[in-house]
């Protein structure tokens, strides 16, 4: 993998282990579940085990790409690190893709933070 796609998947992983932090460890602070549609403390408690679940999966998905970065630069098997990081990258794409069709334009930006960076390191390494 070419620096430039690692650097992108890289502040893939990064955006999500900071989606993980508002879903599973901040997520009941007023200023956090506003952002994820929670006006009230009370909507935000009825959504709160949700959130939870749905930050690991975005924590699952980063620690996949920090895994394969460390083995592409630990001398661990290249193909396995590439696939590694690249199938991260395509499972948050396709994360965003469907964030975007379920909600429309009301969830326009978080569909392209959640995708854009690791579509960015699609590009890049194809273009190779």
């Known amino acids: ?4 796609s690692q ?20 997520f009941m602070r007023p200023a956090v579940h506003k952002r994820f549609g929670a006006a009230t403390p009370a909507d935000a408690e009825a959504r ?8 690991f999966y ?10 394969g970065l460390a083995l592409l630069h630990l001398g661990g098997n290249a193909v396995v690190a590439q696939t590694l990081v690249l199938f991260n990258c395509a499972c948050m794409i396709g994360a965003g893709i ?7 334009r009301r969830m326009l930006r978080a569909a392209t933070i959640q995708a854009v960076f690791p579509l960015v390191a699609w590009i890049s390494w194809a273009m190779q």
């Open 48 to 55: 709160r085990l949700f959130a939870f679940n749905q930050g």
């Open 58 to 67: 975005n924590l699952f998905l980063a620690s996949g790409i920090f895994t």
């Open 7 to 26: 650097l992108f998947a890289l502040l893939a992983a990064a955006i999500h282990v900071l989606i993980f932090c508002m879903e599973s460890v901040w």
């Open 98 to 104: 469907v964030l975007f069709v379920s909600a429309g």
């Open 1 to 4: 993998m070419n620096p430039l």
